[in-house]
């Protein structure tokens, strides 16, 4: 699907695909449960580390599709570090006021954005969206109107795209001007992308159901989605480094060790 | 007729989320240019996107889509490994839902700007219940976060709730929605002349 | 004979329209039938097929009454454009996709699809191939390919080919020949010379969406010859019988040159068509021939300047560089027409960008009768008939007066009434001096109109003919460069 980017075949890319994102889920939960800015850095190291030796890629790759998370990290954090509440106060300058308390739960804030940007990321690269689908129909009992549709729509993406692309330039030929201001100008290649896309999908559901799909009739599949021991390894991975960063955070911990919100009282 | 969304309705609404997607990335650029100030300029466009769910709600006019629209935007970015990952699932999920909720108490029955903006609020809302678990932002000093809120109801209104109807005005003068809407009995007695 | 479809007296009328697209038509045909309806460019074959296949009203809601109707149990559609019928990603998985709906046993599916593509000969080194690697015709064997594997005893073709080459038609009117030779095939198509042996029952629409005639193909052309001709739907021979009236404007305008050396064309940094040297002068009227994918369209854009280019380009002796040299002087009119609409109906559409005067109304006026979209004025562009979206497109094209004009495919999807029409407009513009260069699959029209032929083979402009217009001693040097 990452059509730029293209890597090995590993063992993250034989999970089944319904319980890789649940997992996943399971992950971001815990995370957004997680105060104490030790534990936070821990439980980031075990995923960055997960991401740069189990996805596959070349370093070079991954560096690649990591500059954004500089940026994620930095403007999450920065609002808070800035104008969060605090009684420490380290710096003050007219309306920015950064105290110890703020800067602290600034980088929390920006460890935890970094950590679901790269299980997002995790997943996307080591997982084809027809093999998502099919798993969702098959662990998890998705309608298959819902499952073909969107495997429909995501084959559509490049199409869609290059029809943008097309409007563009056939705009162009017809000596629209460019003047307008910004809204006007979106809205002029949006009407078109949109009304084609439209009914492009419509025509698309027309004819899958000239093919016989009917969502309430029992269906064979093509690709049987199963389990794998693959499946075992990857829970215990998390399950046993998270532990042991949680143990290491609360025994060793390098950073202050206090809750990151703010407790008035 | 039949009850429930029929394929052409799912699809059509997928599709019209995922072509929001690609007009999310156009307008990307834009909402990191104002982002990294910590003043929350961002949050003045903060509310496309939502305008998914009022865009198609308004094309195809029928219970669960704004929901399902606001599923497939943010399951579209996340499989195409958007920066905001696995965030954006859970947010689109909850946006979705408020939205619909807001559509629901009006039984689906009204499609006016009025109503679409107070849907729009919905997803606001929805988004910044998120914000206060995940974002600390109620740890922000008061003015900012007054800011914060403000500029974010704006932003909903202005996208969500005017530009989406103004985008769907349009699209409904290509005539492309009647594709997607039951024809009136009026047409079929127009037969019978 | 039993009837295997049937309708009886079918009402069907688009919602905010005046007018009953079909009143009271009554049609039946017989198991083993093979049908070919015929009709002028939206007189509504496309909705019939629509309604008789069951489409019309259960997912297509247009509304529709009839006395009767009998739909087939088991019914197939090829449709006419080859992107809109996949809904997954790979070849196999989209014919997985229907013999999953029919229920196949997993074990089975690999062979079946095999089978099924050799069968269609779409002979492909690995079934796991992306659709959208495949040409054109590639494309649409793969849906015949989907609908065989439906085992359908009726099958609707919808103008399968209108976006093919000559050799593709041909392939793939002999795969629907082999397969289906005894199952009833009702089928709609403009370019008919590939199937007329093949079809036993024509029936023919007027304009109105009436039935004229019903019958054996030879009784039909015999007897309604003088109908075909007024109403302006193929017939064979349509081109033989077909005399241009002489077009006497002689004085050249404007002497337009345009001349290219190592002009290289790029679609993601690749090169997709180069051509080494080439002078334009006016009065000429290039047709660019070649097969799916040959590069024809990208040298068009090229010349546009809507994709990356480079080496030399000039145009009356002005060197092109950007987009910005060319505003004025040439006009693309594109290989699909629903890009280019801009506005919400027909006669807004042909104003767009032009100064409105009186002149320009009565131009206007002119163009939309002459192309038979004067009853079509207020209807959103998008809502046309296939046919007639390529002629508004084209129309546009007309008044914005460029010195040169380029033209994607302008007569695809045409009855011949409007197909020598377009053409004749586009020669009254030749000889005012503005140098046409058409992209065509259509070989009549060289012959007969084109002045100079240029084939494209693999990005590259293989053959560079002078042609002697009209001259009957080409013709036989010309099939043996298109066949
Ligand atoms: N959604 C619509 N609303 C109103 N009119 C429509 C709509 N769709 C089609 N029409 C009109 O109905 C008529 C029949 O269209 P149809 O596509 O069936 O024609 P056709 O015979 O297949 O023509 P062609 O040979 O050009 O494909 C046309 O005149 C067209 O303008
Ligand atoms: N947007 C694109 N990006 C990259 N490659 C493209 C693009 N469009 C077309 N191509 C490739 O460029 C080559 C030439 O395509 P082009 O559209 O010019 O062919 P064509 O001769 O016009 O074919 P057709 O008769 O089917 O219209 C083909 O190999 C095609 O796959
Ligand atoms: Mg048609
Ligand atoms: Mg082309």
Redesign the interface.
């Known amino acids: 699907?990452?059509s730029l980017f293209s890597g090995k075949y590993t063992w993250l890319h034989s999970i089944n695909p319904s319980l890789k994102l649940l997992t996943?889920?399971g992950l971001?939960i815990l995370a957004?449960n997680i105060h104490y800015l030790n534990f936070m850095v821990g439980f980031s190291c075990v995923i960055l580390t997960l991401f740069i030796f189990g996805t596959g890629y070349s370093y070079k790759q991954l560096l690649l599709?990591s500059l954004?998370?500089l940026?994620?990290f930095?403007?999450?954090s920065?609002?808070?570090i800035?104008?969060?509440?605090g009684e420490t106060i380290l710096f003050k300058w007219a309306?920015i006021?950064i105290s110890e308390e703020?800067l602290i739960?600034g980088i929390h804030?920006g460890f935890?954005?970094l950590s679901?940007?790269?299980?997002?990321?995790i997943?996307?690269?080591t997982?084809k969206?027809v093999m998502?689908f099919y798993s969702l129909m098959q662990q998890l009992k998705l309608p298959p109107?819902?499952a073909y549709?969107?495997m429909?729509?995501?084959r559509?993406?490049p199409i869609?795209?290059e029809e943008?692309q097309i409007i563009i330039n056939a705009q162009r030929v017809r000596g629209i001007e460019q003047k307008n201001h910004l809204?006007k100008k979106?809205?002029r290649?949006?009407?078109p992308?949109?009304?084609q896309?439209?009914?492009?999908?419509?025509r698309?559901?027309?004819s899958?159901?000239a093919k016989r799909?009917q969502?309430n009739r029992k269906r064979t599949f093509y690709y049987e989605v199963g389990f794998s021991r693959n499946d075992l390894i990857f829970l215990c991975y998390f399950f046993v480094l998270i532990g042991l960063a949680y143990l290491l955070s609360n025994h060793y911990p390098f950073l202050p060790n206090t809750d990151?919100?703010?407790l008035s009282d | 007729m039949q009850k429930g969304?029929k394929?052409?309705d799912?699809?059509?609404t997928?599709?019209?989320s995922?072509?929001f997607?690609?007009?999310y990335k156009?307008?990307g650029p834009l909402y990191?240019a104002v982002?990294?100030?910590?003043?929350?300029i961002d949050q003045l466009i903060y509310g496309m996107w939502f305008m998914a769910a009022t865009?198609a709600f308004l094309?195809i006019r029928k219970p669960g889509v704004a929901l399902l629209a606001e599923i497939?935007a943010s399951?579209?970015e996340?499989?195409?490994?958007?920066?905001?990952?696995?965030?954006v699932?859970?947010y689109g999920l909850i946006q979705g839902l408020f939205a619909e909720f807001i559509l629901f108490a009006f039984r689906y029955k009204r499609f006016d700007l009025f109503i679409i903006s107070l849907a729009a609020l919905g997803s606001c809302a929805g988004s910044l219940i998120m914000d206060f678990?995940?974002?600390?932002i109620?740890?922000?000093?008061t003015?900012?976060l007054t800011l914060f809120i403000v500029f974010r109801i704006i932003g909903s209104i202005l996208f969500t709730g005017l530009?989406a109807v103004?985008?769907a005005k349009?699209?409904e003068?290509?005539?492309?929605t009647?594709?997607?809407?039951?024809?009136?009995k009026k047409?079929?007695e127009?037969?019978d002349q | 004979m039993t009837s295997v479809t049937s309708v009886r007296n079918l009402?069907?009328?688009f919602?905010g329209e005046s007018k009953?697209l079909f009143r009271d038509m009554s049609l039946s045909i017989n198991r083993g039938e093979k049908v070919l309806l015929l009709g002028t460019s939206g007189c509504g074959k496309s909705t019939l097929l629509q309604v008789l296949s069951g489409l019309v009203?259960r997912?297509?809601?247009?509304?529709?009454?009839c006395d009767d109707i009998q739909i087939p149990d088991q019914w197939g559609f090829v449709f006419q454009d080859p992107d809109t019928q996949f809904c997954m990603p790979y070849v196999d998985e989209e014919l997985a996709f229907v013999l999953e709906n029919l229920e196949v046993p997993r074990e089975e599916m690999s062979s079946k699809i095999c089978s099924l593509l050799k069968e269609v000969g779409l002979e492909l080194e690995n079934i796991h191939t992306p659709i959208q690697h495949l040409s054109g015709g590639m494309k649409q064997r793969l849906a015949i390919a989907s609908v065989l594997a439906l085992k359908p005893d009726v099958i609707f073709l919808d103008e399968p080919t209108a976006f093919i080459d000559e050799k593709g038609t041909e392939q793939i009117w002999e795969t629907v020949k082999r397969i289906w030779k005894d199952k009833t095939l009702i089928i709609v198509e403009h370019k008919i010379e590939k199937i007329l042996d093949f079809a036993d029952r024509l029936i023919v629409f007027t304009p109105d969406g009436e039935i004229l005639a019903d019958g054996n193909t030879s009784m039909v052309f015999t007897h309604y010859k003088e109908k075909f001709k007024e109403f302006g739907i193929w017939y064979p021979g349509a081109w033989d019988d077909y005399k241009r009236e002489p077009i006497m404007n002689n004085k050249k305008e404007l002497p337009n040159t345009m001349k290219l050396q190592i002009f290289k064309g790029y679609r993601n940094k690749e090169v997709k068509i180069v051509v080494d040297h080439l002078v334009v002068h006016s009065g000429e009227w290039v047709t660019i021939m070649g097969e799916n994918g040959a590069g024809k369209s990208s040298l068009l854009l090229a010349l546009m300047q809507l994709i990356k280019t480079s080496g030399d380009y000039f145009i009356n002796d002005v060197p092109i560089r950007k987009t910005k040299d060319i505003s004025g002087l040439l006009y693309l009119v594109f290989q699909n027409p629903e890009y280019q609409f801009l506005t919400?109906s027909v006669h807004d559409e042909i104003i767009y960008g032009l100064k409105n005067d009186q002149e320009i109304e009565s131009d206007v006026k002119e163009i939309l009768s002459s192309l038979e979209l004067t009853s079509k004025k207020e209807q959103?562009p998008?809502?046309l008939s296939v046919g007639q979206k390529r002629r508004l497109s084209v129309a546009t094209a007309f008044l914005q007066k460029p010195n040169i004009l380029l033209l994607d495919e302008p007569t695809f999807g045409q009855d011949s009434l409007n197909t020598f029409k377009i053409l004749e407009m586009i020669e009254q513009e030749r000889q005012k001096g503005t140098i046409i260069l058409m992209v065509t699959h259509d070989h009549h029209i060289t012959e007969r109109f084109a002045t100079r032929l240029w084939e494209v083979q693999n990005g590259r402009i293989v053959t560079d003919l002078q042609l002697n217009k009209g001259g009957n001693v080409q013709r036989g040097i010309l099939h043996e460069f298109i066949i």
């Open positions: 699907m990452n996943i889920l971001f957004i599709l954004p998370f940026f994620v930095l403007s999450t920065s609002s808070m800035l104008f969060g509440k309306y006021q703020s739960r804030l935890r954005a679901f940007a790269i299980l997002g990321l997943f996307a690269l997982t969206p998502l109107k819902f549709s969107f429909a729509a995501i559509l993406i869609m795209i943008y809204l979106i809205e290649l949006a009407i992308l949109l009304s896309s439209i009914r492009r999908a419509y698309i559901a027309v899958m159901e799909f969502s990151v919100r703010y | 969304l394929l052409t799912i699809l059509v997928i599709v019209i995922i072509a997607g690609i007009l156009i307008w990191y982002k990294p100030f910590g003043l929350h865009v094309i497939a399951s579209g996340f499989l195409m490994g958007s920066e905001f990952g696995l965030e699932l859970l678990y995940k974002g600390y109620g740890d922000l000093s003015w900012n530009f103004s985008i349009a699209l003068a290509t005539g492309v009647n594709l997607v809407r039951s024809s009136s047409d079929h127009a037969l | 009402r069907l009328k919602p009953m009203p997912t297509i809601d247009i509304p529709m009454k919400n959103h998008y809502q």
